[in-house]
């Protein structure tokens, strides 16, 4: 492997994306209740959620790539891949190699972990699930492509967590999961906008595609508001402390988004600072939320 072949495997990682793996399960772990003496098993837990975002990253980028819509989607910071494979596609075998291997790796770490925590096998089966068939499948069925993310990141890896750390307070979990849940739907439903037209020749069909923008936009507020809502919610009936409300600092963030959606539609890619918002409130909420909870024991 040359340089440039290793540097693009590399890239199809999608390594400035991963920090969201670690923010959703901090979130899990924060919401657990858990013990003062943590559990090594957390430990796996970290290692094979972050090889399960990069082997779906990785095929993602390898069959986008290998559909031909890597070569046509106009990339922005957020959406349309690494463009990694396009420039160098003498690494995409290796690319796909390595996806396989860190799924290999997640499938191993799992049998592991359900070994010790039954509920996990039901987990991690529908997350092997997801990371497989997510670009080839899951992509053109409208509302599966639509909460796919959110169930893995916000229902798979915050209750995982919660399971491993110690699941001692399962309604504050339940919260946990359906923020981050709704926020990643949101992430990664906004980074569509821009692809439309590609995605729709390139045989996709999610909400966008089969709905339309509107359909796509009332989604997003209704999830925006709906993270809101949950966020007082928990706090006003004694679930969370009353100090999560000062998440709704980093989610405002969102409001920016929701704006420029409203206002560019699927032209959002000249708004590139509102997918970026976007991004930020993603992944600041729950660690703000997280914080809360850590320092409220």
Known sequence: MDASTFTTTLKTTRPPF???????????????GYSPQLNPDLIWVVLGALLAHISVNMLNEYQDFKSGLDLVTDRTPFSGGSGGLPEHPQAAGWVLAGAVLSLLCVVIIGVYLSLAYPALWLLGGIGVLLVWFYTSVIN????????????GFGVLMVVGTAIVAGLEQPVCVAFGAAVVFLMVNNLLLANQFPDIEADKAHGREHLLIRYGVSAGIRAFNIMTFSVAGLIVMAAMSGVWPQWVLLALIPWALTLKTLTALNQERENIAAAPDALGMNVMATLLTPVVL????????
């Open 290 to 297: 997280a914080l809360a909870l850590l320092l409220s024991r």
């Open 18 to 32: 991963l920090i969201l793996t670690p923010v959703c399960l901090l979130m899990g772990f924060a919401a657990s």
């Open 140 to 151: 053109r069925l409208p509302y599966l492509c639509l909460f796919a993310p959110g169930l």
